[in-house]
């Protein structure tokens, strides 16, 4: 797939990042896959999985859906822990994702090699990698390694990102003026349909959303504060 044929594809369009952490009650191969499934049944133009799963979510993600699939794998919590070596990302590859998605900040990366480095082995191996970034100064860093899409998905969990309750909106404007003609995806705490909708507003091509719609934990905790919370009227 060229990155012009995803673009195509992605272009205003929704995509669902079906994950679950470890000790999560959806922390289950063929869960992932039905709820991939699920946000394909529902619109989403292409799916992002692995994450603690790794490489079998992937490559179930990958033969349940006709759509393309972003398929990362996360070593570890700290630092660069999203498909952080050039061959964490071959095996992602390897499983069938059409794109990978791996970090792409300026912190050390734990093969000691360059984002570049992950890019050009993904790219000699016929795949399209998504760059996470945090900052504008990321983004800029990983457009100039040779990354297909730059996308905000690190912004508030990186040293020098900015901590926001929400998604980081002005990161999305400020990388689609610095990169006009990157593909540039919006993701990150997208918790309501209008935030997702803002970010298309903003330059962003498409826009990934995870918890907010695969996380039943999250879901309910929302309605359940809600309920706790309300004003009991009574006659
Ligand atoms: C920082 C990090 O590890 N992000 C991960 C990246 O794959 C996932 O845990 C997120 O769920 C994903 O980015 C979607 O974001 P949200 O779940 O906020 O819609």
């Known amino acids: 797939m060229t990155v012009e044929e995803l673009l195509t594809i ?13 000790g999560h009650a959806l922390r289950d191969t063929g ?10 049944d529902g619109g989403a133009v292409a799916i992002r999985c692995g994450g603690v799963g790794g490489t079998p979510d992937v490559a179930a993600v990958v033969s349940a859906v006709k759509v393309p699939v972003i398929g990362l794998t996360k070593i570890g919590s700290e630092g660069v822990f999203i498909t952080p070596t050039r061959e964490s990302a071959l095996e992602v590859v390897d499983s069938g ?37 945090g900052t504008l100064a990321d983004g800029i860093a990983a457009a100039a390694a040779g990354a297909d899409i730059i996308s905000s998905t690190l912004a508030g969990y990186t040293e020098n990102s900015r901590r926001l309750a929400g998604p980081d909106l002005e990161l999305v404007s400020e990388l689609r003026q610095a990169l006009p003609d990157v593909v540039l995806i919006a993701e990150g705490r997208y918790h309501s349909p209008e935030d997702a909708a803002r970010a298309i507003a903003l330059g962003a091509d498409s826009v990934v959303v995870g918890t907010a719609i695969t996380d039943p934990a999250f879901i309910t905790s929302k309605f359940a504060a809600a309920v706790s919370g309300a004003e009991r009227q009574r006659v």
């Open 31 to 40: 869960t992932i896959e039905r709820m991939a499934r699920a946000a394909v």
């Open 10 to 22: 992605i272009s205003g369009k929704l995509i669902v990042s079906c994950q679950a952490g470890h």
């Open 97 to 133: 994702a059409q794109i990978v998605a791996a970090d792409a900040t300026l912190r050390p990366r734990p093969d000691g090699l360059t984002f570049a480095d992950t890019v050009d082995a993904v790219h000699d191996r016929g795949g399209l990698v998504m760059a996470d970034c």
